[in-house]
Structure formats: C-alpha cells, structure tokens
C-alpha cells in the first residue's frame, strides 16, 4: 500500500470536521442519555449505560465507515480519476489507501468514545478479548459493506441512501432484539441472527457476570457462546470478502 496515499486519504478523513462531531456526538449524547436514566449501579458498575454502549459503539462502525464510499465515489468515479491517472501511480493503486483510512477513522472514533464513556460512566465491558474481537470484525463488516455499495450503487446518492438504510435497519432490529423475551423459537432465532450488529452484541454480551440480571435478556454467562457468536460474525466478513473481491475483479475504473 502507498503510503503517501494513505497519508492524503487519513487527512482527508480528519479534516471534516462536521462529521467527526456527528460520528463522535451522537452515540456519546445516547450513552449518556441512557447513563443518566438508569443511574442504579450494581457492584459499582452502570449497567444500563453499559449495554446501551455496547451497542451505539458497535452500531456506528456501520455509520463511521460512510468514507470508504464516499472516497472511492468521489476519486475514482468522478472527473477526479482524470487527474488520478495523471498522477505516477495506477488509479488502482488508490483503492487500498481510501478503504484503510476510511476503516481507521471508524475504529478511531469508536475508541474515542469508549474513552470517553469510560471516563463519565463506571462502564462494565465483560471480556475484553471478546470485545476486541466484536469490536474489529464489525468494523471490518462496516467497511466491506461500504465497498459493495461503491460496487453496486449507481452514484454517490444512491450509496448513501442504502448505507443509511442498511445502518438504521440493522440498530432497529437490534432495538427489538432487546425488547422481545428471550426463549427458544424462531423469534429468537430471527432476533439473534438477522444482523452484525445483533450478533456482535450478544457476543460481548454472553461474557458478562451480570447476564442474569438483566431484564429480558436472559443471557447465561458463556464464552462458548460467545466465541459462537464471533464465529459468525467472523463467517460473514468471509462472505463479503469473497464477493467483494470477485466483483472488484470484474469492475473497471
């Protein structure tokens, strides 16, 4: 990968401003919100805050990964790929860097709100391991996602209307997931299993000490589980590897 590619591309990714507030505000503003509701601490730790974390900072490395596209849109896809091909390097050569720095801006973001969060609220994250884990697979997935849209949509538009579609879908379902009881049968099946997101959070979720005292999530205390749920997410990113590198093969630029 170029380097000096990358470092234009991890400039660019900093220099808005605007949606570095947004990707940073919004999921700080709804922990806290859900901090400041459920202020009951059980053996020091907020755990309404704590799960509502979990899943706004798995959630928006779905939204933070919107400059894969975007990048790849407006350099390779616009009058701008003139220019690129007027540059020393193969306009191919531009993909990897726009994809990397748009991957690290989202993981960056997410880790700036999980400090933040952290340092406001006595957060409890279970297993750590597991967390990073989640944590990269589904920015992994964020990222993926937002190639075959760059892939498949027709403009830049048109991608960000199915990236927004395709983000606020999967937190909805996630929404219902937590408000549905968790038994055996084809609505928990359907709930478990019909998103990243999901998948993710019940991963994380399945190592924690407190599973039992939490409503209607009635999640045992499991790393066989949770290790399952990461095998999924894990097989997912697999799939839209493969379709994203049989696809980039067939595309020109």
């Given at each position: 990968m170029n380097a000096i590619i990358f470092k234009h591309y991890?400039?660019?990714?900093?220099s808005n401003l605007v949606d570095?507030?947004?990707?940073?505000?919004?999921?700080?503003?709804?922990?806290?919100?859900?901090?400041?509701?459920t202020s009951d601490l059980i053996d020091g730790y907020n755990l309404g805050a704590s799960i509502n974390g979990i899943n706004m900072i798995?959630?928006?490395?779905?939204?933070?990964?919107?400059?894969?596209?975007?990048?790849?849109?407006?350099?390779?896809k616009s009058d701008m790929r003139f220019r690129l091909g007027a540059s020393?390097?193969?306009i191919t050569k531009f993909v990897a860097p726009a994809?990397?720095?748009?991957?690290?801006?989202?993981?960056?973001?997410?880790?700036?709100?999980?400090?933040?969060?952290?340092?406001?609220?006595?957060?409890?994250?279970?297993?750590?391991l597991v967390f990073a884990i989640v944590f990269l697979l589904t920015s992994?997935?964020?990222?993926?996602?937002?190639?075959?849209?760059?892939?498949?949509?027709?403009?830049l538009s048109t991608a960000s209307t199915l990236h927004y579609v395709i983000c606020f879908g999967f937190m909805g379902l996630s929404m219902l997931w937590f408000n549905i009881p968790f038994e055996d049968g084809i609505i928990l099946t359907i709930a478990s299993y019909s998103n990243p997101l999901t998948i993710g959070t019940r991963a994380m979720l399945h190592t924690w000490s407190y599973a039992g005292e939490l409503g209607f999530l009635r999640l045992e205390n499991s790393m066989g589980q949770a290790f399952f749920n990461i095998i999924i997410l894990a097989a997912v990113s697999f799939v839209l590897v493969v379709i994203a590198?049989?696809?980039?093969?067939?595309?020109?630029f």
């Open positions: 991890v400039k660019r990714s900093l570095m507030a947004l990707v940073l505000g919004i999921p700080l503003g709804f922990i806290l919100l859900q901090g400041s509701i798995l959630g928006f490395q779905f939204f933070g990964t919107w400059l894969v596209f975007q990048f790849l849109f407006q350099d390779l020393p390097w193969s994809v990397t720095a748009g991957w690290i801006y989202s993981i960056v973001a997410g880790l700036i709100v999980i400090g933040v969060a952290s340092l406001i609220f006595p957060m409890y994250w279970g297993n750590l992994i997935i964020g990222s993926l996602i937002c190639i075959l849209l760059f892939f498949f949509a027709k403009d590198v049989v696809t980039g093969r067939r595309r020109t």
